[in-house]
């Protein structure tokens, strides 16, 4: 999380390569493939670490390092008080859905088969065998669930009359389940019968695994009540947090939760989160997508749907994190609020510049946010899409850009963009003979190889 410049996190591996890899995939495709098969080669400590916890599968640890095995320290220090307490961030299982979801990007974007069908499926199934292992059903609520849990938001752990960590039903974790689950499926059929063949051999893999997948992700629990989306099962029962208080009282309150335990309080008890929790879901997924989800197991929602929950959750969100400032960033301009869009980013391009934490850049850059919003200038301003196999652009410079120029891979061709107010100029590397279908504004063109097109705005 700190790549190579401190001391911080003692080297390890968090979920971070979330918002690093996107950046690697279009621009360094090699060095992305020599990130997931980092995991790729530790799948056996996943598959171990899963089974000591009475799972199946693979269960990828919240810190990793050299070998693959948890990592994450049991005790926290907190220097507003300078006391010891428990820490139970390792139950963050949503690592393996990052190690899932950053395994099905860079096949997107590379389509790097080779990949896919001798590692890369490899592990994205035993994830979700993992997830399916970890499914339970309720009877009486006729849906199954997911307990022993922490999502994004570390400040909160555990119920708060609980002394056992973990939640019931975090909605990101939930989500990004469902979609694990049901996109195992579109993985499968991307695979030839040789590779579908030693899969059935070497990890006793079956379409009816498939099958079972999709029920269980169809009937997943996620608590709603009018468009929002509960950050877990018992969220909306927490106390309300007096922030206008804790601002007046305090200069820095990104870590509530080491302000409250000062004051004799717990953070499990009220809406106040670190970071981005259940907007992570829609940043990973978009808006059209949760819709979708949501739908197929059970749940109508409105068309403001993102619009509600951003509102709800920013006004309770701290932003303890610096990947926080990225997701919120990012979502604004989704919702056209430019100015608290651009509010965020400039926050998050200059964290570490600026050393935003309060002291924690000289144990090392944070490559996460790094990442991210380096790849923000290509694709919340630049406009690009790459979550289709048609590449789309849609520009939104902010009023002081006048141009912005990139290259990438996609799909193995390469694309050189350069973007001012009131044109798109494109040049796909290749064959004059070729022609390659991009989408600009929404409209699809066909775009010969070999020669600048410019597209007025």
Not at 49 to 65: E, L, N, T, V
Not at 247 to 253: G, L, N, P, V
Not at 317 to 337: D, I, M, N, P
Request: hydrophobic share 35%; charged share 25%.
């Amino acid at each position: 999380a700190r790549g190579l410049h401190g001391e911080a996190y003692r080297g390890h591996i968090f979920w971070d390569e979330l918002f690093v890899m996107p950046f690697y995939d279009l621009h360094f495709p090699q060095i992305a493939r020599s990130l997931l098969m980092y995991r790729c080669r530790r799948l056996d400590a996943a598959r171990d670490y899963a089974r000591q916890h009475g799972h199946k599968g693979a269960m990828f640890p919240w810190q990793s390092g050299r070998t693959g095995e948890e990592q994450t320290q049991t005790l926290h220090l907190n220097p507003m008080t300078c006391q010891w307490g428990p820490d139970n961030s390792s139950l963050q299982r949503h690592v393996s859905l990052a190690v899932a979801f950053n395994t099905w990007q860079y096949f997107h974007i590379t389509r790097d088969l080779d990949f896919l069908e001798n590692s890369g499926a490899e592990v994205f199934f035993e994830i979700c065998r993992f997830w399916a292992s970890k499914t339970r059903w309720d009877k009486a609520l006729g849906r199954y669930r997911i307990h022993g849990v922490m999502g994004p938001d570390e400040f909160h752990e555990k119920y708060p009359e609980k002394d056992k960590g973990g939640l019931r039903d975090n909605a990101y974790t939930n989500l990004m389940v469902h979609w694990a689950l049901t996109q195992a499926a579109v993985i499968y059929r991307h695979l030839g019968a040789a590779a579908k063949d030693a899969l059935a051999e070497k990890i006793g893999f079956s379409i009816d695994e498939l099958e079972d997948w999709s029920q269980r992700a169809n009937a997943l629990n996620i608590v709603m009540e009018d468009d929002l989306i509960a950050q877990f099962d018992g969220y909306f029962s927490l106390k309300e947090l007096d922030w206008d208080h804790y601002r007046s009282t305090y200069d820095d309150i990104h870590r509530m939760d080491r302000i409250l335990k000062k004051e004799g309080k717990t953070p499990d008890a009220y809406k106040a989160a670190k970071q981005a929790d259940v907007l992570m879901a829609f940043f990973n997924l978009g808006e059209d997508e949760i819709k979708k989800m949501l739908s197929s197991m059970g749940h109508a929602s409105s068309k403001n749907l993102l619009e509600k929950n951003f509102d709800y959750y920013m006004a309770r969100t701290s932003h303890g994190s610096t990947l926080s400032r990225v997701v919120h960033a990012a979502l604004a301009q989704c919702l056209g609020r430019k100015d608290i869009g651009w509010r965020f980013y400039q926050e998050a391009l200059g964290s570490d510049y600026t050393d935003i934490q309060g002291g924690t850049t000289k144990e090392g850059i944070h490559t996460g946010v790094m990442g991210a919003t380096v790849l923000m200038a290509m694709t919340v301003y630049g406009g690009l899409h790459t979550d289709k196999d048609i590449l789309s652009i849609d520009p939104a410079l902010p009023g002081r850009w006048e141009k912005i120029t990139f290259g990438l891979w996609f799909q193995k061709n390469r694309y050189e963009f350069e973007i001012t107010k009131n044109k798109v100029i494109l040049n796909i590397k290749g064959s004059e003979d070729r022609v390659i279908p991009v989408k600009v504004k929404g409209k699809t063109h066909k775009v010969r190889c070999g020669a600048k097109t410019t597209f007025s705005l």
